[in-house]
């Protein structure tokens, strides 16, 4: 039923979504043709891409902690991180979209809540190398292989915090001026998801932008999702499937925008 639900869904987006003609605002028209549909290599690409070949030749068990189903499940599985990086790592084309939407915004600090096996992070780390990236992860042996892939790619400044993302991203938020850039990949369910968004929003301002990964995942992503579109904070948001983004720019009409990638 889920993989119907989920074809089903990416077929009624693609028939809904625009490209950038059509868009009637100049913000968005932008963000789409300068950014979003930027395809051309970038010097970092092939940087960032050497690391995921060498995890997806890595036959090395861990041992996965996986707190995705809830703060009082903790199921430990063996898993080879080759399996973990062809299963769990952003593909190249939406990894390197985060990239560019980074290089674009040049945001001062970063959340990533979810640092999986780190390509994802390296990706945004090398988009804003003078902002301050906190990368959460729950699994303590994931996060092992995780920095040393930032160690071998030069990345020694990443803040990489390790445990529950309701005990560690409150508190990362309150010591934090101001949420420049946050994006949620972590505990895809529709409560978290919420939690999340409204934990970070007394620190958002209008240059915030925050990332919503898998909002098509499930019946209660989808009305996360919703729930977020809605929100009066809220002025525009861009609904890529695979990924949502939300902006707060004051004076910009509320406008929700479904963009084919």
């Known amino acids: 039923m889920f993989k119907w639900q989920f ?9 809904t979504a625009k490209t950038r003609h059509g868009l009637h605002s100049p913000f968005v028209y932008r963000l789409v043709d300068d950014v979003i549909y930027d395809f051309k290599p970038k010097k970092v690409y092939p940087e960032v891409e050497n690391l995921r070949k060498q995890l997806l030749a890595d036959d090395r068990s861990i041992t996965v902690t996986d707190l995705g189903a809830g703060s009082h499940v903790n199921n430990n599985k063996q898993k080879q991180i080759s399996q973990i990086a062809r299963n769990a790592l952003k593909p190249p084309k939406l990894a390197q979209l985060l990239h560019r939407l980074v290089a674009d915004l040049q945001p001062r600090n970063m ?41 071998e790619a030069g990345e020694k400044d990443i803040n990489l915090i390790t445990g529950n993302f309701n005990d560690t991203l409150p508190g990362l938020i309150n010591e934090l001026p101001q949420l420049d850039f946050v994006f949620i990949d972590g505990n895809h369910t529709k409560q978290a998801t919420l939690d999340y968004f409204n934990w970070s929003l007394p620190k958002i301002h209008e240059g915030t932008l925050m990332i919503f990964d898998d909002i098509y995942w499930s019946k209660g992503m989808k009305e996360a999702w ?25 004076g910009k009409p509320k406008e929700d925008f479904k963009i084919k990638f």
């Open 7 to 15: 074809a089903k869904d990416y077929l009624q987006h693609r028939i």
């Open 111 to 151: 959340i990533e809540l979810g640092t999986c096996l780190g390509i994802t992070s390296l990706y945004l780390q090398k988009a804003a190398p003078q902002a301050k990236l906190y990368t959460l992860e729950g699994c303590p042996e994931t996060a092992k292989v995780a920095k040393q892939g930032f160690e």
């Open 226 to 250: 919703e729930i977020i579109k809605a929100h009066p904070q809220v002025s525009i948001t861009v609904d890529l499937f695979w990924i949502g983004l939300v902006f707060f720019r004051n």
